[in-house]
């Protein structure tokens, strides 16, 4: 590997000689076992990695050079022997793109049993108050995987277009068909699954017919649109694959024409219906909670009514196109989850009231979530467009937790890893625990005292990568880097904890070799939190790259782990080789 030599004291030199890095004793032992026995790395494969037995021959072949040159070919290396030499056994366990860390899932149940990567106004460049608004942070969360776009559309100065900004702030617009355009070119650049577009509607119904249009000519036959009919269950993610989906409140004419009937009727329920001049910006940051069982009247989807005689008789094309019903009624909580048996929709509730929610309707939350969609947004006080912890919408089910795709925080870092399950396509198969219900409609209660039901060991054996992706004094201009990794749990309060190696001094090539134990109550909901910092005795220690991972999906076995930087992005070279096994 080398040495590395560092100015010390202005005038003199320090020299570093970088051993080569040695295969940790765990792969020396499998390695050596293939001399003795032509079965062995097969059964290593198969034993060890947990691999199915189409991957089995798959590998084999890959190592075996039965399939361009195998392993040595494709990481780079000179042309390997028909049994893989030690070498190439670690150069392939170390590399990310040959022996992945996690696996994927079912996607033909219904929408509402996915978790879904989801955005939160997600044209804003910055902070909630003056930032400028744009395609870019659209097309940016659209290749890093995420599902849900939300757009809040309203009237342009001359009122004659559609602007997409954040009302009643110094955001300055974008206008709208540059958002659809650059939608249509990037939509499934990651992922083939679904799209959705949730749009808070601050229209006109001039406008909205305008928006419909330029809805069905952007996109095309991507669009998706529903049946007329009310939709009694979602579609799956794999039958809407490669479409767009649209995700809102019923028109503003709707609640018009539903006020009308109600004059007529004399039913004296008028006032849950804002009438047009109230609708001035809905803020949809809003904390609407007020700490009581009811539901605010301003929220930014307020109607959720239906209506077969208005259905029939003066429908618009706007209309037609909204396959995801949102909104909520006023009143009590527990009116506003209780499930329709003939009608599925989308209810919206700030983090806070999502929180007191599951307070004191923890069990009417998860048996919404069954069936229909719930979307958490964050509350208002987050101007500078930080995010909230995630896992208690996830315990009760929350399909789209929206989140701040530009505020790089702890909290996005868990979001993007959560999402790197099944192939990082951007649905989660929701646990089985939260789509069951008892005979006497018992529901799964996150609350609850559970037992350990699986013991996750972790082995970190070692890391390379930063002196390709890092300049020689990064980390310290006067030696190499003084590695050590933190381990931990992101999931309910009784799985969550973080442990740590040693540290490993004047390295670039750090092997640990040190192995950690997890007890797990909900394993199908916990994270792995793997973040490697370079220890600074005077200072704050360096960020060396991190990772989220899903436990749920971690293939079990000695696997390569890629590490991003504090946004997510993946580094090129730096990875950790580790170790999963459950017990």
Not at 387 to 411: C, E, L, R, S
């Given at each position: ?176 068909i540059k958002c659809l355009k650059s939608i249509k070119e990037y939509a499934f650049c990651a992922s083939n699954y679904p799209l959705v577009i949730t749009l808070e509607d601050h229209l006109t119904p001039d406008l909205q017919a305008k928006v419909a249009t330029m809805l069905t000519e952007t996109f095309g036959d991507l669009l998706f649109v529903p049946n007329p009919d009310p939709m009694k269950e979602f579609p799956s993610p794999a ?256 799985d969550s904890v973080m442990k740590k190696t040693r540290v490993i001094e004047d390295q670039w090539v750090p092997m640990w070799d040190e192995e950690f134990t997890f007890l797990l109550t909900v394993p199908e909901l916990a994270l792995l939190r793997v973040e490697v910092q370079e220890y600074d005795m005077s200072e704050k220690h360096d960020f060396g790259g991190q990772t989220v991972l899903p436990v749920w999906e971690l293939k079990q ?27």
């Open positions: 590997m080398g040495s590395y030599a560092y100015k010390y004291c202005m005038c003199f030199t320090r020299k570093f000689r970088s051993p080569d890095a040695q295969p940790p004793p765990d792969v020396r032992a499998a390695h050596l076992s293939f001399a003795s026995d032509a079965h062995a790395l097969r059964r290593f494969v198969a034993g060890v990695q947990g691999e199915s037995p189409a991957d089995v021959d798959r590998i084999l072949a890959m190592l075996s050079g039965g399939h361009s040159h195998g392993i040595a070919r494709l990481v780079t290396r000179s042309p390997a022997a028909s049994t893989p030499t030690l070498e190439d056994f670690l150069a392939f366990l170390f590399s990310p793109d040959l022996n992945p860390p996690i696996a994927h899932q079912d996607m033909s149940a219904p929408f509402s049993h996915y978790f879904v990567f989801t955005g939160h106004n997600s044209y804003l460049t910055g902070n909630q108050l003056n930032s400028d608004s744009s395609d870019v942070p659209i097309v940016k969360a659209l290749q890093g995987g995420v599902r849900v776009i939300e757009l809040d559309m309203w009237p342009n100065p001359s009122k004659d277009n559609v602007d997409i900004l954040h009302g009643g702030t110094l955001t300055a617009p974008v206008e709208m039958s809407l694959m490669k479409r767009i989906i649209i995700s809102t409140k019923p028109p503003q004419e709707y609640k018009e024409f539903l006020k009308a009937e109600n004059n007529r009727s004399g039913s004296g329920n008028i006032a849950e219906l804002p009438d047009q001049g109230s609708l001035r910006r809905i803020d949809s940051n809003a904390d609407e909670s007020d700490g009581k069982d009811e539901l605010d009247e301003q929220d930014e989807e307020d109607s959720d009514s239906d209506d077969p005689k208005f259905q029939q008789d003066t429908a618009c094309e706007y209309r037609k196109l909204i396959t995801i019903q949102a909104g909520k009624p006023k009143g009590h909580l527990r009116d506003a989850l209780k499930v329709d048996p003939d009608k599925v929709r989308r209810l919206s509730l700030s983090e806070t009231q999502l929180a007191k929610a599951t307070i004191s309707h923890g069990a009417e939350v998860i048996r919404f979530t069954q069936k229909n969609i719930l979307r958490v947004y964050p509350k208002g006080t987050r101007v500078n467009s930080s995010n909230y912890d995630p896992m208690n919408a996830w315990t009760h089910g929350a399909q789209m937790v929206a989140f701040n795709m530009q505020g790089h925080d702890k909290a996005l870092r868990l979001m993007q890893g959560f999402f790197r399950a099944n192939g990082g396509c951007g649905y989660v198969k929701k646990p089985d625990f939260l789509l069951r219900t008892g005979p006497n409609g018992e529901v799964f209660d996150p609350k609850a005292s559970l037992p350990v039901k699986k013991t996750l060991k972790v082995k970190v054996y070692m890391g390379d990568g930063w002196r390709m992706d890092f300049s020689k004094t990064h980390f310290d201009a006067f030696s190499p880097p003084d590695f050590y990794t933190r381990v931990g749990i992101a999931g309910v309060k009784a076995g000695i696997r390569a782990v890629p590490l991003h930087d504090r946004k997510g992005v993946r580094y090129k070279s730096v990875r950790l080789l580790m170790r999963f096994d459950f017990v």
